[in-house]
């Protein structure tokens, strides 16, 4: 069993914790959503409260080895201070000198947040030299960040390794237990729902929910790939022309398995990409040569509500549509709406990814439904039965 600190006591230590501080921020460098943030609090206070004193790293964005003002995690230490009351002493480096100083200067009840390790290009190449000097400011390492762990990176892979002490954040905790339960409890009728832009990112998943699922429904961009399989004409929709045979595979696949893959059997087409583009339904046969797919129709929307108001088990990831654009959301809000209702009849449903996470948010529907999970690409990582590096680098009892 994975060893969690619900059971440690960090008295008089320096817990070098990896925490999952990658929140949204607008054009004015606010916070928009502090969930990733609020996740992390309890495993913080656990910290704290022992007598220990959490020097938390984080990623932030995505600045690719170089230093983007922007990016900085001091927005994130300012937002700790004024929010939640914290006392937070900034390095506004993760290497050199300033490390050593911020640890210095915190007194027990405080917390050190360190700058952006994605400034440096050694995180995400996983280096062994920048996890020992990382592992040179902490006497043991807690992992908390569930939306990370499926990256070979440095402070998720290598530097876990190089404590003894080295533990599950309580958020992580959670996260896997709520997913365990889910996959190793699954009762009948079991659905899938699979959305999105690409079909080539959920290729695995798809497989795996073959062999488990009743029924898979299938919505988003990668639909096209599909019906281009079937030989379907789809207009300017999205597809990828290299998944075309793998999703010849696909459907072949369930129905070895007798897994029932539904396609959408309608569609909203827009003359073009934008909210204020000129859109209708059609049926799937009869997509107009220079229109573009973007959600599911009518009909289907109806189909779908039926498949998962009869489910017992239900996971999502992936929007139905662009539901970016109001237009074309009504897929994505009515798959949404239909997991709070099927909960609300004792179904276990379970909602990964940023995307259908942002939906259910937007309809105010987080506890209307068993569980949203923060992890996207952990959780596909987690369900495609694949090691997660950042949990097998744990330790275990
Ligand atoms: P993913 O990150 O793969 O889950 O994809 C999410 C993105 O897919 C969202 O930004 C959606 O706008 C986009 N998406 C969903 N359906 C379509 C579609 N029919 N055409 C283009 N993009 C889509």
New binding site residues.
């Given amino acids: 069993m994975l060893k969690s600190v619900d059971y440690e006591n960090f008295e008089g230590e320096r817990v070098l914790l990896r925490v999952d501080f990658n929140v949204p921020l607008n054009s004015r460098q606010e916070i928009t959503d502090d969930l990733r943030i609020m996740e992390s609090l309890p495993t913080i206070n656990q910290i704290i409260h022992d007598g220990g004193i959490p020097i938390i790293l984080s990623h932030l964005g995505r600045p690719k080895g170089k230093w983007v003002n922007k990016l900085s995690l001091e927005t994130v230490a300012k937002y700790l201070e004024q929010k939640f009351g914290y006392n937070v002493v900034f390095s506004p480096d993760c290497l050199g000198k300033a490390p050593f100083d911020a640890i210095e200067k915190a007194k027990p009840g405080d917390i050190v947040l360190l700058e952006n390790l994605r400034f440096y290009n050694y995180e995400t190449s996983n280096d062994l030299e920048f996890a020992k000097i990382l592992s040179q400011y902490g006497d043991s390492y807690v992992n908390d960040a569930f939306g990370t762990v499926h990256r070979y990176h440095s402070s998720i892979y290598e530097l876990p390794k190089l404590f003894e002490r080295r533990f599950g954040g309580k958020s992580l905790m959670w996260e896997l237990e709520y997913l365990g339960n889910a996959m190793n409890n699954v009762v009948h009728p079991y659905t899938g729902i699979i959305?999105?832009?690409?079909i080539s990112?959920k290729i695995n998943v798809i497989k795996k929910l073959i062999e488990v699922c009743d029924t898979i429904l299938i919505g988003?961009?990668m639909m096209f790939t599909f019906y281009k399989a079937l030989g379907l004409e789809i207009g300017r929709?999205?597809f990828e022309a290299e998944k075309v045979e793998m999703a010849k595979e696909l459907i072949d696949l369930a129905k070895q398995r007798n897994c029932n893959l539904m396609l959408p059997v309608d569609i909203v087409v827009a003359d073009h990409f934008a909210n204020d583009a000129n859109y209708k339904d059609v049926d799937v046969e009869n997509i107009p040569s220079d229109w573009l797919?973007?959600?599911i129709g009518k009909q289907t929307r109806e189909q779908f509500k039926k498949i998962i108001m009869d489910s017992r088990t239900i996971v999502w990831?992936?929007?139905?549509?662009?539901?970016?654009m109001e237009n074309f959301s009504k897929g994505t809000l009515a798959v949404a709406t239909s997991l709070a209702n099927v909960t609300a009849k004792g179904a276990m449903t379970i909602i990964g990814?940023g995307?259908s996470g942002a939906a259910i948010k937007k309809m105010h529907l987080m506890n209307k439904v068993t569980h949203v999970t923060p992890g996207g690409g952990a959780w596909l990582t987690y369900m495609e039965g694949e090691i997660l590096p950042g949990i097998e680098a744990l330790d275990y009892k």
């Fill in positions: 959305g999105g832009a690409k990112d988003g961009g929709s999205i797919g973007m959600d990831n992936g929007p139905m549509g662009v539901f970016e990814g995307d």
